[in-house]
């Protein structure tokens, strides 16, 4: 039978859980689960594995960034940034145990998966994202060399949402305040449109909201003519859809669009 590289999910422990900005919550994940896990994993990606919903049978699956990973005396611990999003009963199963995590308590956690970094040496980066996407884009900020330049725009839910990143200073940080995530699908790729185009060579990165994807795609994928080694593009979630259903539009998108 053939054999999956995928490493198996290990058993965590809620180390910490601090609200963060005004609707992001961090969450710190440690334990022996930790002891094999490689280093150097930030902007990498976790699977969160909860209980099956009601009526189902196979686990329920969220991904999620590692935003920062450490050792302390007592092992490795990763952090992990919850947006939350919409009220308490419109919450997605991993939101709400996020909401509800208690130190001590245990997770199942898949991965890692691999970061999405911003590959040195662009004379200029677009960089535009949403809050699923914040923890990937502070990661991809704080490697980056010191002499990037470059701009970033980042849709947050309220004006204390915005959060220090340690970037280069040549990257001009844009916070756009959308208080309903998931509505205004065009606020991201309007922004970046009206800041017009560098005469330079240029790497953009975008993880988003499927339908603000989209509208960038349709910027900087078929009206500037980024190939594949100059962009990065994602779609992290999709409005009303739940993970599962995302995942299989986001396959059908990218069968269909040749991504
Ligand atoms: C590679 C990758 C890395 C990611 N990293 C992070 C991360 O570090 N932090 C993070 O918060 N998210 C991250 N996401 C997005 C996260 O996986 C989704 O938001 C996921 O759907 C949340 O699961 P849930 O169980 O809370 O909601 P689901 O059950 O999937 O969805 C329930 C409802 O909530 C809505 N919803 C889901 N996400 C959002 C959102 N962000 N804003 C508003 N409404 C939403 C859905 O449209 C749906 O209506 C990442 C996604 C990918 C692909």
Redesign the pocket.
Known sequence: MAQSNRPAPRTLEVIRSEPFTRNMLRITLGGPGLDDFPEGQEGG?VKLTLPPLPGTEKPTV????I?NQRRTANGQEID????L??SQD??????EWAMAAEQGQAIMVGGPGPAKPLPEGSAWYVIAG????L??IGVNLEQLGRDARGTAYIEIQHEDDRQAIDCPPGIEINWLVNPT??EKGELLASHVRAAGWPEEDVYAWAACEFNSMRALRAYLREEKALGRDQLYI?S????????DS?KVIKREDAEATGA
Not at 130 to 133: H, I, L, Q
Not at 236 to 243: I, L, P, R, S
């Open positions: 990606y969220r991904t999620y960034t935003r992990v940034d919850f947006a999003h919409g419109e919450a997605g199963p991993a939101t949403d809050m699923a996407a923890p990937a995530p998931g994602s992290y979630w999709k409005a009303g859809d739940t993970e995302h």
